[in-house]
């Protein structure tokens, strides 16, 4: 809005303020009974509602629609139904978009929604009153306050990998707050790490009972910041930050000790500051706990609870169970309702069907269903099938060409040459009853996800030894599909590095990271512009290497903030 804008508004208000001061003054009466920040944040529940809408945003088809379009239809390892360079989406996957595209604006737009969110529930959670000292009233508390730390730090990681340093948003929104200049990226992954680790020493490794199944927990807060670490570091660059992913996988995957101080990065100089950091983040005060009680004081140099017991690479269920009764299928069943919650997933996004006919966000069921005869949005390429699903490896057989039939005796017909992922697909005995209305959830972060970034970095800071150790015990569990013996080889550095990151590529293929993969390997250029090789359209191949690293920030945020936001370099 320009100024001119702004001036004449205010007159106008001005001019209405006027006319309303003669009226009855009962217009300035105090209008009773309704709830403003101050009251309505007052309670444990409250709080509870405000952080469900932090949640609720990953559901929505606003945030879904545009996460599989950028992790996963720009990259390598598919080519879509909607390639053609008239549409803002065939533009944005050929890299020919501009500033103005809308697709890239809407992935600004709902991740900064879903930090405003997040904002308001850790700003506001001082006002939470408590009517019991007891230790499980402050847990209470500290559980949403260290849900809502994790999730703001998910939506601003999501927007750094995609455009570079952002604006950190105050956490109150004023008018003189409406426009903030991009801080740099190094300030935009420090901020989410402190959100990360705090969380991770405030959540619980788990929750009691299923009502509370899909709350992030305490390994959902270390797996995430382990991935942030690593697309902080450089592959092949010596850092601090490798280490650290070292010490976090040590905690997640071997289940060594970790102490709280060691988490948060606590110097134990000042025992004042570590009493103010735990009343800060509702622990229970130290000047309430009675002498002799034991459980209810965390100091610095006390362990971590374990969360490495809580996670297997097994294909296994939420009760230890194997999936499919262990048969081949196994591998698919971890993402499908059987396999929700499994021993594998650290954190998914959760649905529920309506059963009534509501779709679309009204319903919050899952907006994945590619599968589906005219639904489906993208094929897996020839490479990825040929290539890194070598001979023998089985997941090569969970990507299933035209006029297969599935597992369990559904007939596909996608067309001739398209192989589609079954990932993507629902077995009949969970289809919904209504189209649309898919309460199938989504796994984010999977305990082979860690474990395979737990290589890589072990790689990175020379234990070679090590990092072929934990490779092979992700290629093991492959193995149990088939039953074969294939497993990787010791090396040097840059083959080791090769082989965790194609275990990663399949692994991971179609859940939405792979184009991020390649930037933060820093070979996008390199893979993007072989892809556009051998595609006929020659999609990635217009890849401009030193700048489509970063998306361009949104014309219209430029715009608005009279260029205090800066463009990215290239646009």
Not at 69 to 98: H, P, Y
Not at 262 to 285: C, I
Not at 429 to 457: C, H, M, Q, S, W
């Amino acid at each position: 809005m320009s100024m001119k804008k702004i001036f004449i508004s205010g007159l106008v208000a001005l001019a209405c303020m006027a006319v309303l001061s003669g009226c009855s003054d009962f217009l300035d009466k105090e209008v009773q009974a309704n709830p403003t920040d101050k009251t309505y944040y007052d309670t444990q529940y409250k709080m509870q509602s405000a952080l469900d809408a932090v949640y609720d945003l990953l559901q929505s088809d606003s945030y879904n629609d545009q996460e599989w379009r950028f992790g996963e239809a720009m990259g390598d390892n598919v080519f879509g139904t909607d390639e053609g360079t008239s549409s803002q989406m065939g533009q944005l996957v050929n890299f020919i978009f501009n500033t103005s595209n809308t697709w890239i604006l809407q992935r600004w737009q709902v991740n900064y929604k879903g930090i405003h969110r997040a904002n308001q529930v850790i700003h506001n959670i001082h006002r939470v009153r408590i009517t019991t000292d007891s230790y499980s009233a402050y847990e209470g508390v500290r559980n949403i306050y260290g849900q809502a730390l994790f999730l703001r730090a998910f939506y601003y990681f999501n927007l750094v990998k995609s455009f570079g340093g952002v604006p950190i948003r105050p956490e109150v929104e004023t008018v003189d707050s409406l426009v903030v200049p991009r801080s740099t990226k190094e300030e935009c992954y420090a901020y989410i790490e402190k959100d990360l680790r705090e969380a991770a020493i405030m959540l619980p490794s788990s929750y009691a009972g299923t009502a509370n199944l899909g709350k992030a927990t305490r390994g959902a807060a270390v797996a995430l910041l382990m991935k942030v670490l690593m697309y902080e570091s450089k592959p092949g660059v010596p850092s601090e930050k490798w280490q650290e992913v070292v010490e976090l996988g040590k905690y997640m995957v071997e289940g060594q000790p970790m102490t709280y101080a060691q988490m948060v990065k606590y110097t134990g100089a000042d025992d004042d500051n570590w009493e103010a950091l735990r009343e800060r983040l509702w622990f229970k005060p130290k000047s309430l706990i009675k002498e002799g009680t034991s459980g209810e004081y965390e100091a610095p140099t006390d362990n971590l609870p374990d969360v490495s017991k809580n996670y297997s690479l097994a294909y296994n269920d939420y009760y230890g169970n194997p999936l499919n009764n262990g048969g081949k299928w196994a591998y698919l069943f971890q993402f499908y309702s059987d396999g929700e919650f499994c021993k594998g997933s650290v954190f998914e996004v959760v649905f529920k069907e309506s059963a009534d006919g509501t779709s679309g966000d009204t319903n919050e069921g899952q907006g994945l269903e590619f599968f589906d005869v005219g639904s489906v949005k993208m094929f897996a390429q020839d490479e990825l099938l040929d290539n890194i699903f070598a001979t023998g490896d089985p997941r090569r057989d969970f990507c299933i060409h035209h006029q297969t039939t599935t597992f369990d005796g559904e007939s596909w017909q996608g067309g001739e040459g398209r192989y589609v992922s079954m990932k993507w697909y629902t077995p009949k005995k969970d289809k919904p009853k209504y189209a649309g209305d898919n309460g199938k959830n989504r796994r984010v972060i999977r305990f082979v996800e860690v474990v395979l970034t737990y290589a890589e970095a072990l790689n990175e800071c020379g234990d070679r030894e090590n990092a072929l150790k934990f490779l092979n015990m992700c290629k093991a569990q492959v193995n149990t599909i088939n039953g074969s013996t294939t497993l990787y080889k010791a090396g040097g550095y840059g083959f080791m590095r090769d082989q965790i990151w194609q275990e990663r590529r399949a692994e991971l293929a179609f859940e939405w990271d792979r184009y991020f993969d390649l930037v933060r390997q820093g070979r996008a250029a390199t893979v993007l512009h072989a892809f556009g090789n051998r595609r006929a359209n020659r999609r990635g191949a217009f890849f401009r290497e030193g700048v489509h690293e970063l998306l361009p920030i949104p014309q219209t945020e430029v715009d608005v903030s009279n260029g205090v936001v800066e463009q990215n370099p290239g646009y």
